[in-house]
Nanobody
Framework: QVQLVESGGGLVQPGGSLGLSCAAS????????MGWYRQVPGNQRELVAD???????NYVDSVKGRFTISRDNAKNTVYLQMNSLKPEDTAVYYC?????????????WGQGTQVTVSS
């Protein structure tokens, strides 16, 4: 069984910074792409950023230059550093990972962590 556990959400003022982390654990053979999504109530979940096992990154236009995704393959962990936060960044943030196990290959999700940007 595979679990993704997120940490680091919270309340921050506009212009502030916040870091998220997501650690994968369990019967993992390999981890391919990892990413962060976010969702506001009533809206679809949207991709924020993702990163391949080789370190190539991709960002949604609205966060380019402000957010940085990274990963530590030895720790099976993906990070999201969020700077210059705006109220419109408020959402529940979910991490995901494409993971290979003895039972096959699948996409796994974290439980979500709330990020609120407000003065």
């Amino acid at each position: 069984q595979v679990q993704l556990v997120e940490s680091g959400g919270g309340l921050v003022q506009p212009g502030g910074s916040l870091g998220l982390s997501c650690a994968a654990s369990g019967s993992i053979l390999s981890i391919h792409a990892m990413g962060w999504y976010r969702q506001v109530p009533g809206n679809q979940r949207e991709l924020v950023a993702d990163i391949t096992s080789g370190g190539s990154t991709n960002y949604v236009d609205s966060v380019k230059g402000r957010f940085t995704i990274s990963r530590d393959n030895a720790k099976n962990t993906v990070y999201l550093q969020m700077n210059s936060l705006k109220p419109e960044d408020t959402a529940v943030y979910y991490c995901n990972a494409d993971i290979g196990t003895f039972n096959g290959y699948g996409r796994y999700w974290g439980q979500g962590t709330q990020v609120t940007v407000s003065s």
